[in-house]
């Protein structure tokens, strides 16, 4: 007989309190809804093939060789010593599940579980200790129920009251105190950053933008989705020394620490909504999350791929130059005094200019906001980012954005300066109105 993972708590009575596998299932889909895992879609299909063997197989044993081509796409007979793919997403889901069982799911009835060492999930019931509130407390003078219950309804009538009546004046008392001279920055932010709707910040992937620049080739969002690093090398011609080291970048999971900075600024915006706003790597970013999820895109579509989304219907776009090894702002239907393409002079440490553009826009369902904070480098980036979230600078662009106080949905152009790595200008060169909100 197979043995299964769905355990008992020996301490509340084996067999009355054995998870049945219809409750098993709806804590899986409530674990992958939660704000640890449902913009990760990646780590879903992870956790729900895990589970589908343990509740629905009763395995004692999944393989890491199975999951690598059930779950990866990875060939059946895959190299699992050089290709860590799954011990690097099972080391990410145990800490995704023990931060949820800490915070929006301590009050979960049952458990799950990822023991190190193996691949099957289990699942139980809390403890008494962890499930039982006051127990063996001494028990107060007993009231009568008849008389306990109306007192009870009017205190909870009277508090309900209160603190709805607390929260209201605390939240226009928190969404003023945040914006509190900063005009031009509410007219942004607060359509981005809000009360009832969460918020992804999601910061580049560096790592893949590097690894377009040492193939000399470009690698879209439909490439980036497939979430398998070995299939972005495929068709690259390159010794043997060079595939390896493009095969470590390709697994490497970094970000530029100016998005970081951009990043930090965006949450020191709003101290009140901070616990709305979740910092999501791209590769772990999934677009297929709420609908009425407020989006901040860091970076070009170079590296970060969810920028393709909405490229398509702007006027000021990205490219890339192979051969020159530089990024290009193309405007699509220039007006008179612009230019049709935006170039960087200068060669390697002797570049001192970049392009950036600020996008604010309706995400595609027409159901929440989406920013796009993008740039022709790593500086430029930062230098738009630093005006977005800078109340000095950015009044200015709303002043031209917005002249009659209300901020239609937008594209501007800058043009930036470095000096030393550090962004020292960002201009205004052009812009797009696309209607009120």
Not at 188 to 211: E, H, M, P
Not at 221 to 230: M, S
Not at 280 to 307: E, I, K, M, Q, T
Request: aromatic share 8%; hydrophobic share 40%; proline share 5%.
């Amino acid at each position: 007989m197979k043995e299964t993972h769905i355990a008992g708590d020996r301490s509340l009575g084996a067999a009355q309190r054995t998870p049945t596998p219809a409750e098993c299932r709806d804590l899986v889909e409530r674990i992958a809804a939660g704000s640890d895992l449902h913009r990760s879609a990646r780590l879903v299909d992870f956790l729900r093939y895990i589970c589908h063997r343990a509740i629905d197989d009763a395995v004692s044993e999944i393989r890491e060789q199975e999951m690598g081509a059930a779950v990866f796409g990875r060939t059946p007979d895959y190299d699992t010593a050089g290709d860590p793919i799954v011990r690097v997403q099972a080391s990410q889901l145990r800490r995704k599940l023990q931060h949820y069982f800490e915070t929006e799911g301590a009050g979960e009835a049952i458990t799950l579980e990822i023991p190190k060492g193996g691949y099957v999930p289990l699942f139980r019931y809390r403890t008494a200790t962890q499930s039982t509130a006051g127990v063996g407390q001494p028990a107060g003078p007993a009231v009568p129920s008849r008389y306990l219950a109306p007192v009870l309804l009017g205190i909870a009538a009277t508090l309900a009251l209160a603190c709805a009546l607390l929260g209201i004046r605390l939240w226009k008392l928190s969404a003023d105190q945040d914006y509190a001279g900063k005009p031009a920055l509410r007219l942004l932010w607060s359509n981005l950053i809000r009360a009832n709707q969460k918020t992804s910040v999601v910061v580049a992937d560096s790592c893949f933008g590097f690894l377009q620049d040492a193939l000399g080739m470009p690698l879209d969002l439909e490439t980036y989705l497939k979430r398998d690093p070995l299939q972005w090398l495929q068709g690259a011609k390159t010794d043997s020394q060079l595939a390896d080291v493009l095969k470590m970048m390709a697994f490497r999971q970094y970000t530029s620490i100016a998005d970081l900075g951009i990043a930090r600024r965006i949450l020191l915006l709003s101290p009140s909504h901070q616990s709305q706003i979740s910092i999501v790597f791209a590769r772990d970013y999934n677009a297929r999350g709420p609908v009425s999820d407020n989006v901040v895109l860091l970076g070009s579509h170079r590296s970060n791929p969810w920028a393709e989304l909405y490229g398509g219907s702007l006027n000021f776009q990205f490219d890339y130059d192979e051969a020159s090894r530089k990024a290009i702002v193309r405007n699509r239907n220039p007006r008179a005094g612009e230019s049709a393409a935006y170039l960087i002079a200068g060669e390697g440490a002797g570049i001192r200019e970049g392009y950036a553009t600020l996008t604010f826009l309706p995400n595609q369902g027409h159901t929440a906001s989406v920013l796009i904070v993008a740039g022709t480098d790593m500086e430029a980036t930062e230098a738009v980012g630093q005006l977005a979230t800078t109340e000095a600078e950015f009044q200015p662009v709303a002043g031209k954005l917005a002249p009659d106080g209300h901020l239609p949905y937008f594209e501007a152009l800058f043009k930036t300066r470095r000096f030393g790595g550090a962004p020292q200008e960002c201009r205004l060169v052009a812009w797009r109105r696309w209607g009120t909100l």
